[in-house]
């Protein structure tokens, strides 16, 4: 599944983006991506030495780094050395993407054609934008909205109350009343008296048989996409910020919090009011205790607890202690 959420425009060559530096290979940028995913004609960032293993393998065109990690890019990518890489790359996400810093309302906003859902259940009041796709069966609740462009597989239900934007969402979803899927997230870079918007031009990617409970936010991505994995469920009021991509078969308690750019393996349970720090790599099968904070990575098979979060067996031990 694909769809184009923002305004992008056509022809933007590297040279017009960065005037500054000289390029052996100037080319039009097809777009802004991770490491990871970046091609030969797209523009990216590398930041951070956490990301040292997809900067290495990087067939990335171009890419804002620093100084001092410039040396973990290949030779074939050419590199924008800076001194604040998030800001140069928000500028530039701006000028490609012009409206992504601000979520204007949906002024395509209609009441659905009963021709073109002829096999969805809608309850009163609901809303849908231009090029809205959803599947056979589904049902939706009253006051619902879902925007332009999203896409909502079959059988799916949704609740009353909630708006759905910038989505991509797989067959028998279920999500309860008042959530908020698709939003932009919460990035912007302090500078002196000023923070500057950090645009988002990602989605979020809702897989099958997801079950998401009453008052959830789930924000899309900022270059990359928000990913809520198969058979996961979500209790009420969990909070899952920008980048976040949680595995399949999760069971998430209520109240949980993700910053952004973590990612979660597969089989992971997370106990109610727990706090996930961001750019964490959590493993598979992981349990983490209720109330818990987590600030590093965690392996697969583990079971932490506490704040800051610690191993079963090393939190029993300290609270022993007391």
């Known amino acids: 599944m694909s769809s184009n959420f923002f305004f992008k425009k056509k022809i933007i060559k590297l040279s017009k983006l960065f005037p500054k530096f000289k390029f052996q290979r100037d080319f039009q940028i097809n777009d802004i991506k991770t490491l990871k995913f970046s091609k030969k004609n797209d523009l990216s960032f590398f930041d951070s030495i956490k990301y040292k293993n997809d900067a290495e393998k990087t067939k990335a065109g171009s890419c804002i780094t620093t100084r001092s990690l410039e040396k973990y890019l290949p030779k074939t990518v050419q590199k924008i050395i800076v001194e604040n890489v998030l800001i140069e790359l928000s500028k530039a ?187 964490l790599k959590i493993g598979n099968n992981v349990r983490v205790g209720g109330g818990s904070g987590v600030v590093k990575d965690i392996d697969d098979n583990e079971t932490v607890m506490g704040y800051p979060a610690v191993p079963l067996k090393n939190f029993i031990k300290q609270n022993t202690k007391k």
């Open 93 to 279: 996400t701006n000028y490609i993407y012009p409206n992504s810093n601000i979520d204007y309302p949906d002024i395509s906003l209609k009441k659905p054609n009963k021709k073109n859902y002829k096999y969805v259940k809608f309850s009163n009041n609901v809303l849908i934008g231009k090029n809205v796709k959803i599947g056979k069966n589904c049902i939706i609740g009253a006051n619902t909205i879902i925007e332009k462009n999203s896409v909502i597989g079959k059988e799916c239900v949704i609740g009353s109350n909630v708006i759905i934007k910038n989505t991509l969402m797989g067959n028998r979803v279920v999500l309860q009343d008042d959530c908020k899927i698709g939003q932009k997230g919460f990035g912007f870079i302090p500078i002196k008296n000023k923070n500057f918007k950090f645009p988002h031009i990602g989605k979020v990617i809702i897989e099958d048989d997801v079950e998401i409970a009453s008052a959830c936010t789930i924000d899309r991505g900022s270059i990359d996409d928000t990913i809520i994995g198969n058979n996961t469920y979500l209790d009420n009021q969990v909070h899952v910020a920008h980048n976040v991509k949680i595995g399949s078969n999760c069971m998430i308690a209520g109240q949980v919090g993700f910053a952004g750019s973590s990612s979660i393996g597969n089989n992971v349970s997370i106990g109610g009011q727990a706090g996930i720090s961001g750019h």
